[in-house]
Each structure stands twice: as structure tokens, then as C-alpha cells.
């Protein structure tokens, strides 16, 4: 009753704007709100194929429905429970080119026109409950117990996947509304067992999980392990681009933006591993997994699977990568190189010139290795950076994926490409969103994470740079590093170059706008990061690298901040304890008006400078305590060491770390200025110095005049310090690597400096006017 009279109310009734094409148009827009609201409450109309064919037909053409409605009734006929779905097929046809016009216009220049539609086929597709009966006919024979299942045709599974995902592009709402339905969820992942319909369900399974609220659990893909295994190479690699979403923390992107007060908080909140952690841990244990993933990283283009396959591929699945503008340039590609072999080859036989169209072009090859290369290379590198760290290292040296990207380096990741369509469309080739790029960036992600911290950073050289390090020790008269006597021979890189070596050839050449510098120097900066290296340290000094990055900040007068910090922050790990390294510094900034020059680029952003100088005063203290010649003839030579011997410019620096960070707000970040702080009192407190530094901080606040201002701030940033460090998952081996002082030193240090004990002359309440006193207030985030 309640469906009829609601059918009967839309139909429109006597009064005003009852009848005409206005009270038609007005019926269609009733009909719409009906149903809207029917299946946001549940009650009278929820789906079309509760209102009649005749008022259907009857509002179709003024209302703009292009047959959806009608066709979707005839399609809920078709698909009762005990239908051989024989006749869907044929709905759906009608159906399909109606949506899938729309979701072109949609990624592509159209997009806003088809925006602007008032109902655009999408939305009446959905609205009069098509998305809801596509779903009830994929999952049909999942949810009949009989005997004998319900047959589905791979065809009619491919095209109800192709409509919802069209639906899921255009109308708002959809595919958040699937992502919520979990049972749907893992069923579309048993649909990628089949061959035939594995591009259709990948591509909306990653539309769904990328706005899922809750990640998934791979444990509860049924037959995870089995399905995997069945997968080719290219399904494992559009895989990776599903296993991404679900291994990656949510806050991955903007990770040193979140304060550590926000984080601490959560992490007590989650006491567990999280969604993410355990799903790394699942795809672990999946057997040759990993190895697999390395071969797909390392294949060489030439190793790839024939034509047919792959164009068959891009036939079916427009919307590879992000959007269907990839296909634009594929095949802008593939035109131009079969113009061009068509008209070189015009005077052979008409069967030659159909062989060639019928090829693969090698710069479509190139690019579809690229794109999956980036799947597979995020894949690895977030699994690095994991928990299972230790055990993801020893299974990637183990498969040679080092040794395997250094020989595509130049072939491949860095290759020189002609200027044409290897762009996607609407972009030029330096721009960020081109798979050549983003290939780039991947790769020296992977190496960042690779290196940092890691005695297998050593596999990045090849057998020559390896006896050169143990050359370079015994010539300093200095023993080897553990971790170069041990590296597997067999598992480093071959040919005349290592990967850190192209690396660096690449770095020197890259232009002074390029946004690569930023990653090839955090790349290069995580190989010396840990335990100061001599040798790792004079490798890269005898390739130039200190003249080169002294280049870009100084004479090239670099403007971008992550880029200054990721120099200042390789100069710093270069620089660190070596003498002959501030000896080279001397000789490249060899005027005052560089130096100055230099001395502005620091002074222009302590938070991205702060790590070069802890690593200048932390090596002015160990040469000053040095009685070599060579030390001394430096230390009265070198510009920089002579102005970090000051005192008023140490208190200075002192000043301005403690002054632009506080508690609240405190990121991974800027963290480092409070730990180079804390560097420099400590090597005062092994003078017998920290009195006069305290003195001189309370001396330059009263000269600010705003007595306290500083030292209630270092009061609450130690407190947190304690708080955030002293935590027991916390691992301090970094602080006391960089620095080479113990950790117990570092806690001795902040426990003198807080004391409550107002008497004490290395206490920070000693300084504080009792007036000015704030050192009891609460920081905890809420």
C-alpha cells in the first residue's frame, strides 16, 4: 500500500503545476525524492522495480532517464532466484555504454560538464537501486545453498563490475556505500581466481579500500595464501597496488606534520600491532612472496610478457593507474611509433607493414614496466620500513634486488626518454604525476630505506668500492668496519659501477630546479647515517659529493627548504669527526663573502640547518681535545670550526633551537632542534660548563626583556623528552650513534637540568625567577 500510494503521489495529482511538461518535469523530480528517501528510511519506495512500467515510460523521455529505469525492472525479472540470468546479459549491453560515456567524460576535460548534469545517468542508475541488484546478482550463488550453484558467465561477472565501478567514478556516495558491505568486500577478492575478470575486480576492489574507514584484514581473505600463488606476474603487480592500501598506516603521507604529543597519545591508545602491521606480517608469511616481488622488480623490459596479452589488457582496463589518462599516452605512443615504422617501411609488402601494427611498440613496453615497477618497488619499501624490517632485508639480499636495479639503472630508471608522449595527458615531463618520475622517486625511497641504519647498505657498492673502503681504513691506520668484512661477495652489485656510485654520478648532473634533489640526498645521507664511518665518509669525499652539495647551497643559492634541509643534513653525516672534510670545506669556501653566503642559508631555517650544526660542534669538540698537527692546522684554518670556537655563537644558536619549538608543537621534524640543544649542554657539562650557559640563557632573556620566556620553555621540552624517550619501545641507539655519546649520558644529563633542587647550580629552576615561574604545566594531549 505504502509503495502504491507513494507511486500515486509522484505520479502527480490535480492542483497547480499538476499538469503540462512542467508538472511532468515536477513528477520526475518527485519520483527521485521518493525513492531517496525510501532508501535512506527504509519505508515506501526503495527500489524502481517497485513503481509501475506505464508511469516509468511515461516520465522516461521528460525526465531525462534515458530507459534506466525500465531497463533495470527488466533486469530485476530477469535475476530472480531461480534464473539462469540467460537474458541479463543483454540488459546490461544497453545499459553499460550509457554509464561508461558518462565515467569517460569524467576523467577526462568533460568532467565538469558531466558534473554539471542534473541526473546524470550514473546517478539514475543507482538511485533506482542498480548498483544494489548488481551486487545481489554477483553474490547470488555465494548465498543459495542448493546443490547445484548458479552459474555466472565470466562475461556478465566483467560487465557488472565494469557498471559499478563506472557508478563508484561519477556518483558521490557509492562506493563508500560498498566499502561498508565487508561481506562484498571479500567476495570480490574471490573473483580475482579468474583470469578473465581479474583486471575489472582489482580496479574496484582499489576504489573501495581507498575510501574504506576501517582497513581490511588480509587474514580474512579466504585462501589469501592460495590465491596469491595463482596470480602471473602482472596480476602479482596490479596486486601491489590493492596490498598498498592495506599495508601502509593512514597517516603515512603527512607523517612529520602530526605532532609527537598526538602520537604518544595514540600509541598508548593502540597497544597492539596495528591493521597495517599485521598485514605486513601476513604477506610475509605467504610463501615466496618476497621473491617474487624482487623478480618483478629487477625483469628487464626485454623479460616481459608478449603483445597480445598486454593490449588485450588495455582493451579491457581504461582505467589503469589512477585514471584513464594513462591509456591517452599509451596509445598516443603506439600511434606515433606505428606512423612512423608505416612509413619507413611503405615500400616493403602490405603483409610487413600489418606485421608491425600488430607489435608492441618498445616505448609502450617500457612503460608498462615502469607502472608496475612502481607498484612493486612501494611494496618493498614500505615492508622495510616495517616491523619485520630485519627478515624483509635478509630475503631481498638473499633475491639480488640491489645487484637486479643497478643493471636497469640506466636502461630503465634512469634512462634518458625523448620528450614525447611518455607523459600522461595534460602534464609535461618533469611534472610529478609522470610514471617516469614517480618511478624515480620510488626507486630512491626504496634506497632510503634500504641503507638507513643497516649493515646491508654495504650491497649497494660492488666488489672494487668494497676493497677501496678496506684500502682507504688501512691507509688511515684504522681498523675495518665489521660490516664490510662480512658482506656476502655474492650478493653485492656487478659491472664497473655500484648503485651508490651511479647515484651519485646522476646527483651531479641533476638540474638545480629538479625535484629529485631532495630524495637523492636523502638516499645518499642514509647510507652514512649510524655509527660515523671514516671510510664510508672519504669514499663519497673522493667523488666530490662535499664540493657538489657546497655548490648547490652556496653559488647555485638553492630557495627550496626541503632541499637545503636534505643538503644540510647530508653535509652534516659527511662532515662529521672528519678532518679532511672540513679541510675541503675550507678550500671550497674559500672567501668571507661565500662563507657569509653560507652562513645565511643556516641561518635562514634552524629547523633544516640544526643537524649541520650539532655535527660542526660536536667535531670542534673532539678535534679540540686532538693533539695531531694536521687537527690543529685545520682547527686555526678552517672558517666554520673558528666560528663555532665562539661562545656567543654557540649561546646564540643555543637560544634560537630552544626558542621556535615547544611542546605542543614538538614533530618528527623538528624534534632534532631539541636534541641538538641538549648536544650542546652536554659537552658543556664535560667542561664543567653548564653554570655559565644556564647564566648566560636567564643573561639573554632579561635582555629580551621577558625574564623566564626560555627556560620555562626548555623546562617542559625536557620533561617531554623524558616522557618520549625513556619510553621502553623507544629506540635510543640513533641519538647515541649520531652523536657518540652514551645514552646513559644523554638521560645523566636531563635529570640534572630538571632537578627540583632550586640550590643546584646545574638545575634549570635555579635561573627562573620564582615570579616567573611556569614549570608545572600539564602537556598531556587530550
Same mark, same amino acid.
Given at each position: ?358 607489435? *608492441?611498440? %618498445? @616505448?609502450?613496453?617500457?612503460? !608498462? /614496466?615502469?607502472? &608496475?615497477? #612502481?607498484?612493486?618497488?612501494?611494496? $618493498?619499501?614500505? =615492508? ?61 625511497? *626504496?634506497? %632510503? @630505506?634500504?641503507?638507513?641504519? !643497516? /649493515?646491508?647498505? &654495504?650491497? #649497494?657498492?660492488?666488489?672494487?668500492? $668494497?676493497?677501496? =673502503? ?75 659529493? #662535499? ?236
Amino acid at each position: 500500500m505504502a509503495a502504491a500510494a507513494a507511486a500515486a503521489a509522484a505520479a502527480g495529482g490535480p492542483g497547480p503545476g499538476g499538469g503540462g511538461r512542467r508538472g511532468a518535469r515536477r513528477a520526475a523530480t518527485n519520483i527521485l525524492a521518493q525513492l531517496r528517501h525510501g532508501q535512506l528510511s527504509g519505508r515506501g519506495l526503495t527500489r524502481g522495480a517497485q513503481i509501475t512500467e506505464a508511469l516509468l515510460k511515461e516520465r522516461d523521455k521528460q525526465a531525462k532517464w534515458n530507459g534506466i529505469p525500465l531497463l533495470l525492472q527488466k533486469l530485476y525479472e530477469q535475476s530472480h532466484p531461480n534464473s539462469d540470468f540467460s537474458q541479463c546479459q543483454s540488459i546490461l549491453k544497453e545499459i553499460s555504454p550509457l554509464l561508461s560515456m558518462e565515467a569517460m567524460a569524467f576523467v577526462t576535460e568533460d568532467r565538469k560538464a558531466a558534473q554539471e548534469s542534473t541526473f546524470p545517468n550514473t546517478y539514475t542508475f543507482d538511485l533506482f537501486g542498480g548498483v544494489d541488484l548488481l551486487v545481489e546478482i554477483l553474490m547470488r550463488p555465494t548465498l543459495i545453498t542448493q546443490k547445484k550453484k548458479q552459474k555466472i558467465s565470466d562475461d556478465l561477472i566483467k560487465d557488472c563490475l565494469s557498471i559499478l565501478y563506472n557508478t563508484c567514478i561519477c556518483t558521490e556516495g557509492v562506493t563508500r556505500r560498498l566499502a561498508e558491505r565487508n561481506d562484498f568486500v571479500l567476495f570480490l577478492f574471490t573473483l580475482m581466481t579468474n583470469k578473465k575478470t581479474f583486471l575489472q575486480t582489482a580496479t574496484l576492489i582499489e576504489d573501495i579500500l581507498g575510501v574504506k574507514k576501517e582497513m581490511i584484514q588480509l587474514d580474512d581473505i579466504p585462501n589469501l595464501s592460495s590465491l596469491v600463488s595463482s596470480f602471473d606476474q602482472q596480476q602479482l603487480a596490479n596486486f601491489c597496488r590493492i596490498l598498498a592500501v592495506t599495508i601502509s598506516e593512514l597517516d603515512t603521507g603527512s607523517d612529520d606534520k602530526h605532532t609527537l604529543l598526538a602520537k604518544n597519545a595514540q600509541q598508548k591508545k593502540n597497544l597492539g600491532p596495528s591493521r597495517a602491521e599485521i598485514n605486513q606480517a601476513t604477506l610475509l608469511n605467504i610463501p615466496g612472496f618476497i621473491e617474487r616481488l624482487c623478480k618483478l622488480a629487477t625483469r628487464k623490459v626485454s623479460e616481459t610478457t608478449g603483445t597480445s596479452s598486454f593490449l588485450q589488457e588495455l582493451e579491457e582496463w581504461y582505467t589503469w593507474l589512477d585514471n584513464a589518462l594513462v591509456l591517452d599516452a599509451l596509445m598516443r605512443v603506439a600511434n606515433e611509433e606505428a606512423e612512423q615504422s608505416s612509413t619507413e617501411s611503405s615500400d616493403e609488402s602490405g603483409l610487413a607493414n600489418t606485421s608491425t601494427r600488430t607489435q *608492441l611498440p %618498445q @616505448s609502450m613496453k617500457i612503460m !608498462h /614496466e615502469i607502472m &608496475y615497477k #612502481l607498484e612493486v618497488l612501494y611494496v $618493498l619499501c614500505v =615492508l622495510l620500513m616495517g616491523r619485520q624490517r630485519n627478515q624483509v632485508h635478509k630475503m631481498i639480499a638473499e633475491f639480488k634486488l640491489i645487484p637486479g636495479l643497478n643493471n636497469l639503472f640506466d636502461k630503465l630508471i634512469w634512462r634518458k626518454h625523448s620528450a614525447s608522449a611518455l607523459v600522461l595527458h595534460g602534464h609535461n615531463q618533469n611534472c610529478d604525476c609522470s610514471p617516469d618520475i614517480t618511478l624515480k622517486i620510488q626507486f630512491l625511497r *626504496l634506497l %632510503q @630505506s634500504f641503507s638507513d641504519h !643497516h /649493515e646491508n647498505k &654495504y650491497l #649497494l657498492l660492488n666488489s672494487q668500492e $668494497l676493497n677501496e =673502503l678496506s684500502a682507504i681504513s688501512h691507509k688511515a691506520n684504522i681498523p675495518e668496519v665489521d660490516a664490510v668484512v662480512n658482506t656476502d661477495r655474492s650478493l653485492v652489485c656487478d659491472g664497473k659501477r655500484g648503485l651508490l656510485t651511479r647515484l651519485l654520478q646522476v646527483m651531479k648532473k641533476e638540474p638545480a630546479e629538479s625535484s629529485f634533489r631532495f630524495w637523492q640526498a636523502r638516499a645518499v645521507e642514509s647510507f652514512l647515517r649510524g655509527t660515523t664511518s671514516y671510510a664510508d665518509q672519504m669514499f663519497l669525499l673522493k667523488r666530490g659529493l #662535499l664540493e657538489h652539495i657546497l655548490y648547490c647551497i652556496v653559488d647555485s643559492e638553492c630557495k627550496s627548504r626541503d632541499v637545503l634541509q636534505s643538503y644540510f643534513d647530508l653535509l652534516g653525516e659527511l662532515m662529521k669527526f672528519n678532518i679532511d672534510a672540513f679541510k675541503r670545506f675550507n678550500k671550497y669556501i674559500n672567501t668571507d663573502e661565500k662563507f657569509q653566503t653560507f652562513l645565511n642559508q643556516i641561518n635562514s631555517s634552524l629547523v633544516d640547518s640544526n643537524m649541520l650544526v650539532r655535527c660542526i660542534t660536536l667535531s670542534l669538540d673532539r678535534f679540540e681535545n686532538q693533539s695531531d698537527a694536521k687537527v690543529a692546522e685545520v682547527l686555526s684554518e678552517c672558517r666554520l670550526l673558528s666560528y663555532m670556537s665562539q661562545m656567543s655563537m654557540r649561546m646564540s644558536f643555543l637560544f634560537r633551537l630552544i626558542n621556535i619549538i615547544h611542546v605542543q608543537t614538538l614533530t618528527q621534524e623538528n624534534v632534532s632542534c631539541l636534541n641538538t640543544s641538549l648536544v650542546i649542554l652536554m659537552l658543556a657539562r664535560r667542561k664543567e660548563k653548564l653554570p655559565f650557559y644556564l647564566r648566560t640563557l636567564q643573561q639573554m632573556e632579561y635582555t629580551e626583556k621577558y625574564p623566564g620566556f626560555i627556560l620555562n620553555n626548555f623546562h617542559s621540552l625536557l620533561r617531554f623528552w623524558q616522557q618520549h624517550y625513556l619510553n621502553k619501545d623507544k629506540d635510543s641507539t640513533c641519538l647515541e650513534n649520531s652523536s657518540c655519546i652514551s645514552f646513559t649520558y644523554w638521560k645523566e644529563t636531563v635529570s640534572i637540568l630538571l632537578s627540583p633542587d632550586r640550590t643546584s647550580p646545574c638545575a634549570i629552576v635555579s635561573y627562573i625567577d620564582e615570579a616567573y615561574m611556569d614549570i608545572d604545566r600539564d602537556f598531556s594531549e587530550e
